[in-house]
């Protein structure tokens, strides 16, 4: 089995998709997740021959489900091992946005794998303790959403521990800018209680990564908005509403990447909070 989707109860299956994938796969029956289909495991131990093809047909297939000729998607790597609660692999593997056509999503797919057996990413298991001879590495190719404010969100205060406050991080456009650590984020302090917000500091947002054509780019935020809070406070208290249910949905609590865009709140990622 080369290709599932992310709607399919195969994507469960942490050993196929990897926990980055499987963890997205729970959640997309109940939440706004964007539309995905995932490479396997299996696919990248066999290294199959005739993958190009399956994945230009879920390619296609994704440009139906969306109603694009020719989907921006996100492709992703997604490590049999990543996003456990020891070990989050945050930025050890590649991640390519902003991609469009069958070719550029198979080179995309060949990318991933390869970085998979870089010198960063074999590097840091070994710092977790994992094996390196057997990695087991599934990507995820899923539908782009064309953020208007980014946001990663902890249901639980990394700061301070407190488990009563929800803390969250947004800014403008995607959110590579604010896990690349390139813009200091906007940071709302939601009560877990009330869901008041009850602390704002807003940043000088001088850079923003915004797509454009065959990826991505990092450019200067307009002068009028950088100033300006990128959430209202009932956008804050939506996004703090869903790490709390996330948290009472996983059991543990979370750290989550999430989205508006066209005035619609999109579940990204979700992982555990490592650092508590």
């Not at 070719?103 to 994992?130: F, H, I, K, P, T």
Request: charged share 20%; net charge negative; aromatic share 6%.
């Amino acid at each position: 089995m080369n290709i599932v989707w992310l709607d399919e109860p195969q994507a469960q299956d942490l050993s196929l998709v990897g926990g980055k994938v499987a963890s997205l796969s729970k959640l997309a029956i109940e939440f706004r997740v964007p539309h995905g289909f995932c490479v396997t495991t299996l696919a990248y131990q066999n290294a199959a021959a005739h993958l190009t093809e399956e994945v230009t047909r879920a390619y296609q297939a994704l440009a139906e489900r969306s109603g694009s000729a020719q989907p921006s998607v996100a492709v992703r790597s997604s490590a049999v091992d990543e996003d456990g609660s020891a070990a989050s692999f945050a930025g050890q593997h590649e991640t390519y946005l902003n991609i469009r056509g069958a070719d550029a999503v198979n080179e995309a797919v060949v990318r991933c794998w390869q970085s998979a057996r870089s010198e960063r990413a074999l590097a840091y298991r070994r710092q977790q303790g994992l094996a390196n001879a057997d990695v087991k590495l599934a990507v995820l190719v899923q539908q782009l959403v064309a953020s208007d404010v980014s946001a990663v969100v902890f249901s639980a205060n990394p700061v301070t521990g407190s488990r009563d406050e929800v803390m969250i991080n947004a800014s403008w456009g995607l959110g590579e800018s604010i896990v690349g650590g390139t813009v200091t984020p906007d940071t709302f302090v939601v009560s877990k209680s009330n869901l008041q917000v009850m602390e704002r500091a807003l940043a000088e947002k001088t850079r923003m990564t915004v797509a454009v054509e065959g990826g991505t780019r990092e450019v200067d935020v307009p002068r009028i908005l950088r100033a300006q809070p990128s959430l209202m406070d009932e956008q804050a208290v939506e996004m703090a509403r869903l790490a709390i249910t996330l948290e009472a949905t996983m059991g543990y609590a979370v750290d989550i990447e999430c989205a508006f865009a066209g005035g619609q709140l999109y579940l990204l990622q979700c992982r555990p909070i490592t650092t508590l």
